[in-house]
């Protein structure tokens, strides 16, 4: 899960967003939309980064379509401290 971490948040473009959605669904879990507004992301951006991290096991989602709410999934919470780690590093 380490590698999956640092490939997700430093190997590719849109690492920076990625760890921004994640910090914003940690602190209250929300839906696309909520987050495209909180960010000051495009709606589709953020469908793609959830895309991303859900695929990747970061990010689990609750209800389905518009109004899905997205969170850490448990997977991500067992790894905080090399998230943590990973944050530091790319802010």
Known sequence: MEA????????TRG??????ILKAIDERPRNANQLAEDLDLDYK??????DVLVENDV???SGDGYG?????????RHHW???ETIMEQVE
């Not at 999956?4 to 190997?11: A, E, N």
């Not at 951006?45 to 959830?50: A, D, F, K, Q, Y």
């Not at 899905?68 to 991500?76: E, H």
């Open 45 to 50: 951006t953020v469908r793609h980064h959830l």
């Open 59 to 61: 990010v689990q989602k």
């Open 15 to 20: 690492g920076k967003n990625r760890l921004r």
């Open 4 to 11: 999956v971490l640092w490939y997700v948040f430093t190997g």
């Open 81 to 83: 401290e090399t998230i």
């Open 68 to 76: 899905a709410v997205y969170l850490p999934s448990d997977r991500a």
